[in-house]
């Protein structure tokens, strides 16, 4: 199964900097999900999005996070005002359907906010 | 809220090892994910399973759903096993995974 490409790999930002983060799924998919992970803690859900807009997100995707599909292929996860808490791997998700089908993950972002 | 329970949280084996990873979770499911994460951090999907077994060369994963338990089974371990095993819950088929913490697995040569 493709992969799916995350860009960058590894990014370090300055406490208040946007930093923008980049999804390049499989075009024929239709449900896309970030999710993050803090370092030595489990992987949680921050947000999903079907048919170019938010389905669902939790408690921590606060005003800070946006979420688009800007040109119909990448997906991108934008946290507009960076916080050193923000330090984490950030992983895109794919779903083909909605429905119990196996979801497929990037290798990961790692975002360092000094 | 459905929570998942992994265990153990650590494993070391020496290579050759039959090793076990136990997966509990606290409501019914529609799924459940096993997941594979590298030294590295990029995850990998293992097995997507709501019944019965699944086998993929030296991996096998089980699930019981009326126990709401599942095992991920690792036969003649080898060092290049060693990685991070996470299972994850699915609710019903559009809602997001529900994460354990994963089991740290070192296979010693």
């Known amino acids: 199964e493709p992969e799916v490409t995350q860009t960058p790999s590894h990014q370090v930002t300055q406490m208040g900097q946007e930093v923008i983060l980049r999804c390049v799924p499989i075009?024929?998919?239709?449900?896309f999900y970030w999710y993050r992970q803090i370092l030595g803690q489990k992987v949680e859900f921050l947000v999903s999005?079907?048919?170019?807009?938010?389905?669902?997100k939790s408690e921590i995707f606060d005003d800070q996070f946006s979420v688009e599909r800007p040109d119909g292929s990448n997906f991108t996860l934008k946290i507009r005002s960076t916080k050193l808490e923000d330090s984490a791997m950030y992983f895109c998700?794919?779903?083909?359907?909605?429905?119990?089908?196996?979801?497929?993950f990037g290798q990961g972002t790692r975002l360092t906010v000094v | 809220k459905n929570e998942v329970e992994q265990s153990p949280q650590n494993l070391t084996a020496q290579e050759g090892e039959f090793i076990t990873i136990n997966c509990s979770y606290s409501?019914?499911?529609?799924?459940l994910h096993w997941l594979q994460q590298h030294p590295g951090g990029g995850i990998v999907s293992l097995f997507m399973?709501?019944?019965g077994k699944k086998k993929h060369g030296r991996l096998i994963a089980t699930i019981n759903i009326q126990e709401k338990h599942s095992s991920l089974h690792i036969t003649a371990s080898h060092p290049r096993d060693s990685a991070v095993y996470i299972c994850?819950?699915?609710?019903?088929?559009?809602?997001?995974?529900?994460f354990g913490k994963g089991t740290r697995l070192s296979v010693i040569a």
């Open positions: 409501v019914g499911i529609s799924a």
């Open positions: 994850a819950a699915l609710n019903s088929g559009n809602t997001p995974l529900v």
């Open positions: 999005f079907y048919n170019n807009e938010i389905s669902e």
């Open positions: 399973l709501s019944s």
């Open positions: 075009s024929n998919h239709l449900y």
């Open positions: 998700a794919r779903k083909l359907t909605g429905a119990n089908t196996e979801a497929f």
